[in-house]
């Protein structure tokens, strides 16, 4: 069973006399794409930036792991956002923007504060709740704001405590990790020191060969002959004579040591040293296919490579949730799509739930687990890709979520409501005899049958080419409907139309 990530309670948000968010309750699973879908002005970009500290709610709770975070800000969360416009550093390049995060911000020490935080938030919100309480004594508020201030100071306390532990433990496995690294070594480089008599010989012998190699040039042979035929033997005497493996080992030894000092200070800091920086601006560029490009400037980068440096500048800190604030809106069609795909595979590989905001109906459809549709700062509908498309709720969601046709209803009997003029068989059921609905039938959905066997004709007033069907505009008595097929017609023509039972479907007029 997925596990609640981050949670919105009675959301309310307004600007002025601009109420944008009203009573939005909204609940995210781990590891889950969801999308927020709306109109400009829906509110879908200022819940995400309640959820990410950039905005504080006027009034409701944001819930992570249980813990409430409305104080906690924006630096503080386990939260990234990749913004519309990528929001990059044009004096850095690729290399320094990704690694900008983890250089200037303490990930570890964030986490400790809030999973400790975590522990005493339903007491701390027990006594705050009896201190607003108007019944509560002056001296019990007293008490309580002692309390409150009691369970600061251990908050305080236990995370100098986990973090001293952390680093502690940390130090611990860096001196046992490099101590056997420089032991190992140590022991090679002795048994290296030991080979003078190897040397000497090895020494002897490049001399014999040097010495032989004269003779048979002098005898006739060609240079290139004789040193083809001796080429092995002068390298691995070379290795020998020339203590290449001693100073091999020696440099690897320095190398430690260095290493060792760097991962010493970054674990007292509990922050990452340059060696470690590196290696993660790699694999973070590697993930998002940019190899190659760590010291490219930004300027000299396409649309599609600076919205990847954005990416793999929010995912390197690690967050838990990643927010997207129309991230593709910028990008050309064809990128787009491509960047569509990459986007949802990208969040399967990391784990990381993503919450992405967009205009685009294809884009969400394409992209999401979870679709929220809002509308005027409010909640219409939240379901899979295929729950919102087949099974809108209202008109709103019908029309804002793809092309579709909504005529008036009367639902009849069981499993047959009339629109259009004639009856049709349905699979709806939560509906009473005599009961008006909306009827909602995608434009896909209708069958061009035979003018006989149609259950409704219709005379063709437009024929638009899309590339991989027909969309046709058709008239029914006063009423035009939508149609996209893959027949050839004309203008003019008469078509007859049927519609399948489970292409129909019916909603409340009042939703």
Known sequence: MAKKLIELKNINKSFGDNKVIDNLNLYINENEFITLLGPSGCGKTTTLRIIGGFEEPTSGDIILDGVKINDIPAYQRPINTVFQRYALFPHLNVFDNVAFGIRNFNRTVADIKTTIARKYENERKKLQQELNNKTTTSERKKEIKGLLLEIKKTIKE????????LIEKRLNEVETKYEKIINDLD??????????????????????????????????A???????????EIKKLNKVATWEELERLEKLRKEAIHNRNLEIKSAKSLMRNKKQIEEEVLQALKLVKLEGYEYR???????????????????INKPRILLLDEPLAALDLKLRQAMQYELKEM?????????FVTHDQEEALTMSDTIVVMNQG???????????????????VAKFIGETNIFDGLYKENGIVTFLGQDFKCVDHNFTIGEKCDVVIRPEDFDIVPLEKAKIIGVVENVIFKGIHFEITAKIGDISIMIKKYDLLKKGDKIGLDVEPSNIHLMKVND
């Open 158 to 165: 236990e995370v100098i405590e986990t973090r001293d532990n």
């Open 187 to 220: 022991e090679l480089i002795d048994i290296e020191w030991n080979k003078d008599d190897e040397v000497k010989s090895a020494k002897l012998r490049l001399k014999e060969i040097h010495q032989l190699i004269d003779e048979e040039i002098e005898n006739g």
């Open 222 to 232: 060609s240079l290139k002959q004789v040193n083809k035929k001796y080429e092995n």
């Open 297 to 315: 400037k930004i300027n000299e980068l396409s649309g599609g490579q600076q919205q990847r440096v954005a990416i793999a500048r929010a995912i």
């Open 347 to 355: 969040q399967k590989r990391l784990g990381i739930t993503f919450i």
């Open 378 to 396: 409010k909640i219409c509908q939240i379901g899979t890709p295929e729950d919102i498309y087949n099974e809108p709720k209202n008109r709103f």
